[in-house]
């Protein structure tokens, strides 16, 4: 056998020493390790190392050679061409071709090719090895002789293989690939140290970067330095000394010779190719740790399924064992982490991932560490370099100054231009790009290296709950455990994060942990975020006023100095002091823009409701524990109790840090917002604690306002006079002092939030009352919700419901409800919002709505009152102004009293306009609190309603009934209270509200409530015929004055205040309520109410008749009895209210519905009242009539008088002589006509009203056959109207021998009448009243009608009684005589 193996010794090194292909060398190689022979193998590859080592040495040469060559062709194409030796550049160029074209290609292999032939040379030696220690193994183990296998034996000649192949080996990449190999063929071990071995390259070659780089740098400033000397001193050296000059050649032949070694995978040239190279290997190392625990495991598993060939060697045993394999991925991680190592930030990241990849977070928070400290590095290298290019600007531009000059800088400045000029330049050629990241960029990664960091630590949370259900896992079940692992995870998460100072980061991670359930720390981070928010907006007021000012006054300089203008110096003195101010003020976090004042605002807001969202997930989260327990553990085993103890701790830790957020959160519109989301959530306890703290928030910055405003007032109208005195270029001198004392006592004043205004608090209010409003709806809705658990409970198990415990629940709900509906009351004044507020309450049932419209009816009244006095105010001042405009017209002034007050009646309103405060108008007010009464008045009527259905629903228990019932009760009697108080004064609401009741079947209250209003339309009606008084006066006085003007005279002070006072009584009443102008109509009003009163009782009985019409049980008299009973009401009702109507119309239109209503006994009483009415009016018309013609004749006698007496021959013909009895009756008579009311009516229209009133009322009678009533109103018919037709009427209805005294009452009244005197004629003559034909038979005139009237009175009287023919022929002389005279005239 040595023989054999002798001779393929032989064999094979005479087979090398004539076949120099490397490749066909490195072939029989691998062919070699197929057939296992290790000794042959190990001679071979000696063999072809040296080889390849030679090979490498050769190529070397051929370089050298070439650059030669290359070197010696370009100086003599340096030369001038006839200079130029054409044949030995030819020479040299065959050389060249000689040297590297015409040599065989495995002579000629590049550094690239033999550093690959290495590495296959490794592969097949090691992998030789492997197999023969893979044949060993498997030899014993097919014996059965487990126990002999030594690993370590078996692995030295292995590893010492790998030692030898690394001498060879210089390539990174190669070396990755062999450890790949290594770790493929099971030996992870040998293969990390092999790959860690390629850090001292991968160094090697940054050093080397660097140092050529610094060479570069520094020959090429020095040639720009050659260059400059060069300009200046033309004709001296380019270099100051021999020294400069022998270091530029230096500089010049290192960088010429210099040569970049070729390596696979790798850039030499740049430093971010060989940190991405880093990162590959970084990366290999980490899957090789990641994948022994992965095939460990899988021969476990194969031992586990009863794999006998499966082993595990003593190395695996180690790494099955955690704690080691814990160690040596340790080792590996902090080896990858080395300070010199991976330096990429972005690299470090990758492999974060690439452990979370393969669930390893153990080491991910000490990635996470490293990157944020190298984030640091950078962060400090770049504050750095900014200061060293600001000094290097500097010395720039002192040297561009001095080229300017011609000179140069001084030795010590030049020097360390050029160390600075030198790293820098270095700096921006070496530092990879990554160094110039922005802030912004550093603080994103370093957000999402936390985030990373987080999510391992509660990856390994989530891991250890796994363990704790796993009936495998050592601590299975065992709570102790899980919550020591628990509090130091909790604990570590707390420590990665403490030093995250940013708000927006904060929040971010806030984000972030929600949806990993980590709420202990959101509420951690919450409230961290809080402190830091308001711990900067307490820093950026001072420093950002003093910032602006130093910007300002630093652009007017830079603006000043360009324009070549001198900065003056008091305003540099500013300056200075104002940048020695902003030093010495706390540090300002970088991360905030100083002068977005709002900066936080959302983001704080955002904080609390991601913090309230996290705590409500918490409370769900316990209740679907609790609800998953019941359904997979028997109810016996569940401990309600504890449980619920649980879920109400929770409930109250939630509701505990909810109101601890609240503490630094002051912003009320926020404020309304989380009001908002939270109420979304139905959480009313967090809703209210909000509210409590908007309320808090708003009254603070109240009473903040309360100081502040007056001076910020003052200071506004002193820089409007300061503006005023500039442009009139007066002098401010006195105004500036004054502004600077105002200044002064503003900043003195305590900080005025940000996010509020000065001058207004509308938005502040507005903020409450959306508060107020969603906490009272979620109150309400709170409620209704247990009121239907309750109605859903009992229908599901009436026997499972406890009233008293509902009862309680109940009455905590109410008593929420009253202390919201409190706070509305005590902090809600707009009416619209409390308009609002009761809409809603009006929503839900048996709600405290009393209590919110007495202050919203309040605030109304307060509002009206401040509109009284405004509009006095304004109204007095427009008469003031206009009567000034009226004597400026002609020349003259008001009094110094007056224009006093003018004065203080602006100044009075300028307050009024500063207070912001709404007032509004008159009918807004009075319909606001109209609308408000009708709805409390549906919604009373409602709950009565609302409570008789539910009292018979059977799931209402009879606490609530009672509570119904009492609320029911209350609220009726509140509603009296309002209906019958001054709040509800309006006529017309009134009118309203009694139809209202009578479609609610209340007549008794609609009829009171409608007497009560009765008065008060007279009291009104007398007010507005006051007015009407006023008017007449105030036009007597107007025209009194206009007469004076004439004159050139001018009122009294008395009158003149009288018509002031006129005049304004007179706006007000045209602007104040509606039911006290000008044009209302009272008499219709009282109409409607005595029409609602009478046809209440009359509808009341109308309905009982119908109701009994088919009621057995209802005896005949009781039924009488009751109608007798309405009628006497019906009589009583009409005897109140007639009183009040005196309008002959009202009446009228009142009797008619009556009879239309078929109610004729009470259309006959209306009618009987009217035509009294009209009968006294009659009296007072003929009273006036009579005096009116007593004073035409003492008229007609006086002018008569003084025209008789006139003098004609005195000198002054005008004087008047008069009668002074006469003067006197006359007089008297004139006052006696005066004092008499203006009549509203003529005779023809009393005779009308008469007509109408009689005609109903004989209607009424003739249905009730009432003949008395008949006769009455036919005779007073006939008196209004003297026709045939009504004389026959009454005849009719009379017997002969009341015919008789009757007929001469009517002749009576027929001859008391004017005019008609043919009619009446007609008339008597058809009753045969001969006689009172002749008394008033008419004067003649010639007419023919007179020639016919009087013949039928000749005809009648002849035939019927002739002895008083003689007086008719006397009226017959009578026409003749006027006849003929018309007949001559013609």
């Known amino acids: 056998k040595r023989m054999a193996e002798k001779n393929t010794s032989t064999y094979l090194e005479s087979l090398l020493s004539y076949n120099k292909n490397v490749n066909q060398q490195i072939e029989l190689l691998e062919t070699l390790r197929e057939r296992g022979d290790l000794d042959l193998v190990t001679n071979l590859t000696q063999h072809i190392r040296n080889y390849l080592v030679q090979l490498e040495a050769d190529r070397l040469k051929r370089e050298k050679i070439v650059e030669d060559i290359n070197l010696a062709i370009k100086e003599e194409n340096d030369k001038p061409v006839l200079l130029r030796n054409l044949e030995h550049i030819k020479q040299l160029k065959m050389k060249k071709d000689l040297t590297t074209k015409f040599l065989p ?257 153990a080491f991910v928070p000490q990635i996470g560490n490293r990157v944020r400290d190298r984030l640091k590095e950078i962060e400090e290298y770049n504050d750095h370099q900014t200061s060293q290019k600001k000094r290097l600007k500097e010395l720039v531009e002192m040297r561009e100054e001095a080229l300017k000059n011609w000179t140069f800088l001084d030795e010590e400045l030049d020097n360390e231009l050029n160390e600075l000029e030198i790293k820098l330049g270095v700096d921006e050629r070496v530092i990879p790009r990554y160094y110039n990241i922005s802030k912004k960029e550093r603080e994103d990664i370093d957000l999402r290296v936390l985030k990373f960091m987080l999510d391992s630590i509660y990856d390994r949370a989530e891991a250890a709950v796994v363990e704790y259900k796993d009936k495998e896992s050592t601590f299975y079940q065992n709570e102790e455990i899980l919550e020591e692992k628990t509090k130091q995870l909790n604990l570590e998460a707390i420590e990665v994060t403490k030093n995250v100072e940013n708000p927006f980061h904060l929040y971010s991670l806030v984000e972030h942990l929600e949806k990993r359930n980590a709420f202990d720390l959101v509420n951690n981070l919450v409230f961290r975020c809080q402190k830091n928010i308001v711990d900067i907006d307490g820093l950026r007021p001072t420093r950002a006023n003093l910032v602006v000012e130093k910007k300002k006054l630093e652009k007017q300089k830079k603006d000043l100095i360009s324009r070549r203008r001198t900065f003056p110096e008091e305003s540099e003195d500013r300056l200075q002091f104002l940048k020695k101010a902003i030093s010495s003020l706390p540090e300002y976090p970088t991360f905030s823009n100083l002068l977005d004042v709002h900066e936080f605002d959302e983001l704080h807001y955002n904080c609390i409701k991601a913090l309230t969202k996290a705590n409500l997930k918490r409370v769900k989260l316990l209740e679907e524990e609790l609800e998953a327990q019941k359904k997979i553990i028997s109810p016996d085993k569940i401990n309600y109790k504890e449980n619920t103890e649980r879920l109400a701790n929770i409930e109250k830790d939630v509701l505990s840090i909810f109101k601890d957020s609240l503490v630094q959160f002051v912003n009320p519109a926020y404020l309304y917002d989380l009001t908002k989301y939270v109420s979304l959530l139905n959480e009313t306890d967090m809703v209210y604690y909000t509210c409590l703290k908007c309320i808090e928030s708003v009254n603070h910055i109240s009473q903040l306002r309360s100081e502040r405003k007056p001076l910020q007032v003052q200071l506004d109208k002193l820089n409007e006079k300061l503006a005023f005195a500039k442009r009139k270029k007066k002098n401010t001198e006195t105004l500036q002092q004054e502004i600077s004392t105002v200044k002064e006592k503003i900043e003195s004043l305590p900080l005025f939030p940000i996010f509020a205004d000065v001058y207004s608090n509308q938005n502040e209010k507005k903020a409450v009352f959306e508060c107020l409003f969603l906490l009272l709806i979620s109150c309400l809705s709170s409620k209704n919700t247990l009121l239907d658990d309750i109605r859903e409970l009992w229908y599901m198990d009436h026997k499972a419901v406890d009233h008293r415990v509902n009862t309680q629940k109940r009455k905590v709900e109410n008593d929420r409800i009253e202390t919201v509906v409190a706070l509305c009351v005590q902090h809600v004044e707009n009416p619209d919002y409390l308009t609002k507020i009761i809409d809603n309450l009006m929503k839900f049932n048996f709600s405290p709505i009393f209590q919110i419209s007495d202050s919203f009816i309040s605030n109304i009244l307060k509002m009206e009152e401040k509109r009284v006095y405004k509009d006095t105010l304004e109204r007095k ?49 009075q319909s606001m609190i109209n609308k408000l009464i009708v709805k409390i008045m549906n919604y009373v009527y409602d709950q009565n309603d609302v409570k008789s259905n539910r009292s018979e629903q059977e799931h209402v228990s009879n606490d609530e009934k009672n509570e119904m019932e009492q609320y029911c009760a209350e609220a009726m009697n509140e509603l009296d209270n309002l209906l019958h108080s001054e709040k509800a004064k309006s006529p017309g609401l009134k009118i309203k509200l009694c139809r209202l009741l009578k479609t609610r079947k209340d007549i008794e209250k609609s009829n009171q409530l409608a007497k009560d209003t009765l008065p008060t339309i007279k009291d009104l009606a007398k007010e507005k015929a006051a007015f009407d008084e006023k008017e007449k006066m105030l036009e007597s006085i107007n025209n009194k004055e206009q007469e004076l003007e004439q004159q050139r005279k001018y009122l009294d002070e008395e009158e003149k205040l009288q018509q002031r006072q006129i005049k304004l009584d007179l706006m007000l009443r045209d602007i104040g309520v ?74 009228i239109e009142l009797a008619q519905n009556c009879n239309d209503s078929k109610y004729y006994l009470q259309s006959i009483t209306i009618g009987t009242v009217c035509e009294a009415l009209i009968q006294e009016y009659w009296g007072k018309y003929e009273e006036y009539m009579v005096l009116k013609d007593a004073f035409n004749i003492l008229d007609q006698k006086r002018i008569q008088y003084i025209y008789s007496h006139v003098d004609y021959e005195s000198e002054n013909p005008q004087n008047v002589i008069v009668d002074a009895d006469l003067e006197k009756a006359w007089k008297e008579a004139k006052a006696a006509v005066d004092e008499q009311e203006d009549l509203k009516f003529t005779e023809d229209e009393l005779n009308q009203y008469l007509l109408k009133i009689s005609d109903i009322m004989y209607k009424a009678a003739d249905i009730e056959n009432l003949e008395d009533v008949l006769k009455q109103q036919s005779i007073l018919a006939f008196v209004a109207d003297t026709t045939m037709e009504r004389w026959n009427k009454v005849r009719n209805l009379c017997n002969d021998q009341e015919w008789d005294e009757i007929k001469l009452k009517l002749v009576e009244e027929v001859l008391k009448q004017d005019g008609g005197e043919k009619e009446k004629v007609q008339l008597l003559l058809q009753n045969d009243l001969f006689e009172h034909v002749l008394k008033i038979f008419p004067s003649p005139t010639g007419e023919e009608e007179e020639l016919q009237l009087l013949t039928e009175t000749y005809e009648k009287i002849e035939k019927k009684k002739p002895s008083l023919l003689q007086s008719v022929l006397y009226q017959v002389s009578r026409y003749m005589n006027v006849k003929k005279t018309v007949i001559i005239r013609n």
Not at 1099 to 1105: F, G, N, V
Not at 1122 to 1134: A, C, M, R, S, V
Request: proline share 3%.
């Open 1074 to 1147: 509606p039911y006290k102008r000008k044009n209302v109509n009272f008499e219709f009003m009282t109409l409607a109410l005595v029409h609602t009163i009478i046809f209440n009782s009359i509808d009341t009985l109308k309905e009982y008749i119908e109701e009994t019409k088919y009621e057995d049980d209802i005896g005949f008299e009781e039924i009488d009895q009751k109608t007798t009973e309405f009628i006497k009401k019906i009589d009583e009702d009409l005897e109140f209210v007639l009183p009040f109507v005196d309008s002959f119309d009202s009446l």
């Open 877 to 925: 001042l427009l008469i003031l102004e206009q009567e000034q405009s009226f004597l400026q017209i002609r020349k003259r002034n008001l009094s110094d009293n007056c224009i006093k007050d003018m004065d203080d009646i602006k100044s009075e309103l300028e307050t009024i306009e500063e207070s912001n405060e709404a007032i509004g108008s008159s009918p807004d007010h």
């Open 105 to 361: 290609s495995y002579i000629r292999m590049n550094s690239l090719n033999i550093q690959s032939a290495h590495l296959r040379v490794a592969q097949s030696y090691i992998g030789t090895g492997v197999d023969k220690k893979n044949t060993i193994v498997n030899s014993l183990l097919n014996e059965d002789k487990l126990a002999l296998i030594d690993d370590q034996v078996l692995d030295e000649p292995i590893v010492n293989m790998v030692k030898k192949s690394l001498n060879f080996m210089d390539s990174p990449y190669n070396i990755v690939e062999l450890s790949k190999f290594l770790c493929n063929n099971g030996f992870p071990d040998v293969a990390l140290d092999v790959a860690n071995s390629v850090k001292n390259i991968l160094d090697k070659l940054i050093s080397e970067l660097n140092e050529y780089t610094n060479l570069e740098v520094k020959r090429n400033l020095m040639k720009l330095k050659k260059r400059r000397r060069k300009k200046i001193l033309k004709d001296e050296p380019p270099f100051a000394t021999p020294e400069e000059v022998d270091l530029y050649e230096e500089l010049k032949l290192k960088l010429a010779q210099h040569k970049w070694p070729q390596l696979q995978g790798i850039n030499c040239q740049s430093i971010e190719s060989i940190e991405e190279f880093r990162l590959g290997t970084a990366k290999h190392m980490l899957e090789i740790v990641l994948d022994i625990k992965f095939h460990v495991q899988q021969k476990h598993n194969q031992i586990t399924a009863g794999n006998i060939r499966a082993r595990l060697t003593k190395k695996e045993e180690k790494w099955k064992n955690g704690e080691y394999y814990n160690v040596l991925i340790n080792q590996v991680i902090e080896a990858i982490l080395e300070p010199d190592n991976i330096l990429n930030i972005r690299h470090m990241i990758q492999l974060a991932e690439e452990c979370t990849r393969r669930y390893e977070t």
